[in-house]
């Protein structure tokens, strides 16, 4: 089985300050990882993905992530964020082999605030 | 380019209605198709994914129908709709079943059961 944790349902952060928002993973398989924004009655979008190579992957709207295997972690982070960053974060993996279906986190409201 | 679409964008139906929500893709063929609910705090609940026309898996058991008449074209039903049928619907699509697939989503259908 697998599954996504997301550790924080909310984070409230100033603007222009840094934030990371947490993903832990658990899979006894090879997973892909992925981190998805939404924006308020909006559908999800793809913010960034980790499929293979470098751990440190880079996505949309200054947005990055690091897998880290040994800590079965793929935590976001952004080093100033804006209000503009306001929404709702999702972390998902699937198996990195044939599979259905993505399993995806609880997620993580990020408030900017002024 | 491939193109996702549901409808109606919001929908407020009385307890007891019938319900059709419709979603479909363009630009692509033979898609997997999904279906998922946001309840207020309670994050993305897979509700139904098709592989194929007519193939419909259902995840939880629940008062909603799901059909796939047609390859790009996936409609959640109910025949009788209850107050906690009221959520955020969102349709997804992935192309095959490979992990390095992304999964896009549509803009989404809030309903409202009064």
């Known amino acids: 089985a697998q599954s996504v944790t997301q550790l924080d349902s909310q984070v409230p952060v100033f603007e222009e300050a840094p934030v990371e928002l947490r993903c832990n993973y658990s899979?006894?398989?090879?997973?892909?990882l992925f981190w998805y924004v939404q924006y308020p009655n909006q559908g999800l979008q793809l913010l960034l993905k980790?499929?293979?190579?470098?751990?440190l992957v880079k996505g949309i709207n200054g947005f990055e992530a690091e897998f880290n295997k040994s800590q079965t972690s793929f935590h976001l982070r952004k080093p100033s964020v804006h209000i503009s960053d306001t929404a709702e974060y999702f972390c998902a993996l699937i198996s990195s082999g044939s599979a259905r279906q993505l399993t995806f986190g609880s997620g993580t409201q990020l408030t900017v605030l002024p | 380019s491939q193109t996702i679409h549901q409808w109606p964008a919001t929908l407020v139906q009385p307890v007891g209605s019938p319900l059709s929500l419709e979603c479909t893709v363009e630009?692509?063929?033979?898609?997997?198709l999904y279906w998922y609910r946001q309840a207020a705090g309670r994050g993305l609940q897979l509700l139904f994914y098709?592989?194929?026309?007519?193939?419909i898996s259902s995840e939880v058991p629940q008062n909603l129908s799901a059909s796939r008449p047609q390859d790009r074209q996936f409609i959640l039903s109910s025949k009788k709709l209850l107050l906690s049928d009221s959520g955020f619907y969102l349709c997804a699509w992935r192309s095959g079943t490979s992990g390095r697939s992304i999964q896009y989503f549509g803009a989404g259908t809030r309903l409202s059961v009064l």
């Open positions: 899979s006894s398989v090879s997973v892909y």
């Open positions: 098709s592989v194929g026309i007519g193939q």
């Open positions: 630009g692509t063929s033979n898609p997997n």
């Open positions: 980790y499929l293979s190579g470098s751990t």
